[in-house]
């Protein structure tokens, strides 16, 4: 068997609720492609994509999970195996427009965000590992007439979380790549730089690198 072409497996979780564009994101950082079709994830589904980080190629296994409710139960037993989550939410918020753009339902709505991000947060710190990196991604951010979130707001609330925040636009390209590489190159420093030269910790064929999605890789084999 030949070697693998990378020196380091890293795997990341797509978490938020449904149409957030979690799914765009992916698609635009793996393929440089983007649809403006809704994409509906069902249950889980993930991409491939190898980066070069300080002379060291990194394999990058991200998962998409589904954002329904109804998922919920499938989507959780992938957070324990994750090295690091981003936490998508949607800058447009699209629910605030929905009563003449009145203040109040704005508010209301920007109130409810808020919760739902926080109940994200909260399954993060329930069901991953300790200490994973994690990076709240306001998405959409190209969309300046809809937008119902502002970026100070969304700073405010991964400072209050005490996570990473950055926002992104999977239509206009804008964030994407930094966001990742934001992400990988803060795992890479937890779990890779700070280890012994002797440690394997996300090296090909540790068992640490085969955890996420373990018995499950061969369905998608034609992705990688």
Not at 6 to 12: A, H, N, Q, S, T
Not at 33 to 46: C, E
Not at 136 to 155: H, S, Y
Request: hydrophobic share 35%; net charge negative; glycine share 8%.
């Amino acid at each position: 068997m030949s070697p693998p072409h990378y020196d380091f497996l890293i795997k990341l979780l797509l978490i938020g609720d449904s149409g957030v564009g979690k799914s765009c994101l992916l698609l635009r950082f793996c393929d440089d492609a983007w649809t403006p079709s809704f994409i509906t994830t069902i249950g889980i589904d993930f991409k491939i994509r190898t980066i070069e980080l300080d002379g060291k190629r990194i394999k990058l296994q991200i998962w998409d999970t589904a954002g329904q409710e109804r998922f919920r139960t499938i989507t959780t037993a992938y957070y324990r195996g994750a090295m690091g989550i981003l936490l998508v939410y949607d800058v447009t918020d699209e629910k605030s427009f929905n009563s003449a753009y009145s203040v109040s339902s704005i508010r209301e709505a920007i109130t409810t965000l808020v919760s739902d991000i926080r109940t994200w947060h909260s399954n993060i710190e329930q069901h991953a590992s300790e200490g994973v990196n994690k990076i709240l991604i306001g998405n959409k951010c190209d969309w300046t007439e809809k937008r119902a979130v502002t970026q100070e707001q969304g700073r405010e609330l991964a400072q209050e979380l005490g996570i990473d925040f950055m926002e992104t636009s999977a239509k206009a390209n804008e964030g994407v790549e930094e966001a990742f590489f934001s992400l990988a190159r803060a795992i890479k420093t937890r779990l890779i730089d700070s280890q012994p030269q002797s440690s394997t910790v996300g090296q090909p064929g540790s068992s640490d690198s085969l955890r996420v999605g373990q018995g499950n890789t061969q369905n998608y084999s034609s992705c990688c």
